[in-house]
T-cell receptor, first 111, second 112 residues
Framework: GESVGLHLPTLSVQEGDNSIINCAYSNSASDYFIWYKQESGKGPQFIIDIRSNMDKRQGQRVTVLLNKTVKHLSLQIAATQPGDSAVYFCAESKGAQKLVFGQGTRLTINP | SAVISQKPSRDICQRGTSLTIQCQVDSQVTMMFWYRQQPGQSLTLIATANQGSEATYESGFVIDKFPISRPNLTFSTLTVSNMSPEDSSIYLC?????????FGPGTRLTVT
């Protein structure tokens, strides 16, 4: 069956450094990928998405990279700030409808 | 972006009882979704709710346990029936606006 997973369940970075969160997916038919940020007690918040016809997309301080050859997705956060502390989920879908979520990575920021 | 609210935000219920969770979207949306997030885990899709038709349930979830209503394009309810402690979880609704999917804040359910 299809599944989406993450290489690292926790990530600790120094404030100001760049963070890279990785995700592996197994459904080669997926054509849409999303990163969500979930803070404690809140619902997931959309960060950035990418379609399968792209390999890179940039937002404000965030970049998503997609490698379809190895079915790998990453989220890069530049100049990590204390407010970036959260759990980050990747999700994949076919047709931008129902989502399959990955395991989640907890990002903690060291001052 | 769509703004989604849920009621209640949390509840503590006794086993064997049922709880209905409400989800309200601030704009009309075609598809709404219900997810479960068990403590410390990821989100699992329960069902997709379309207005005017029966909900579509994912493997492992059945209508008798999780009946869903979708009376209009801005509202949906999820009922957790005949609850057991294993149903203790966060229940989240979401909706698509364009290709982006937005989530409500969740309902934290504890079954004793």
């Amino acid at each position: 069956g299809e599944s989406v997973g993450l290489h690292l369940p926790t990530l600790s970075v120094q404030e100001g450094d760049n963070s890279i969160i990785n995700c592996a997916y197994s459904n080669s038919a997926s054509d849409y990928f999303i990163w969500y940020k979930q803070e404690s007690g809140k619902g997931p918040q959309f960060i950035i998405d990418i379609r399968s016809n792209m390999d890179k997309r940039q937002g404000q301080r965030v970049t998503v990279l997609l490698n379809k050859t190895v079915k790998h997705l990453s989220l890069q956060i530049a100049a990590t700030q204390p407010g970036d502390s959260a759990v980050y989920f990747c999700a994949e879908s076919k047709g931008a409808q129902k989502l399959v979520f990955g395991q989640g990575t907890r990002l903690t920021i060291n001052p | 972006s769509a703004v989604i609210s849920q009621k209640p935000s949390r509840d503590i219920c006794q086993r064997g009882t049922s709880l209905t969770i409400q989800c309200q979207v601030d704009s009309q949306v075609t598809m709404m979704f219900w997810y479960r997030q068990q403590p410390g885990q990821s989100l699992t899709l329960i069902a997709t709710a379309n207005q005017g038709s029966e909900a579509t349930y994912e493997s492992g979830f059945v209508i008798d346990k999780f009946p869903i209503s979708r009376p209009n394009l801005t509202f949906s309810t999820l009922t957790v029936s005949n609850m057991s402690p294993e149903d203790s979880s966060i229940y989240l609704c979401s909706a698509n606006q364009g290709r982006e999917q937005y989530f409500g804040p969740g309902t934290r359910l504890t079954v004793t």
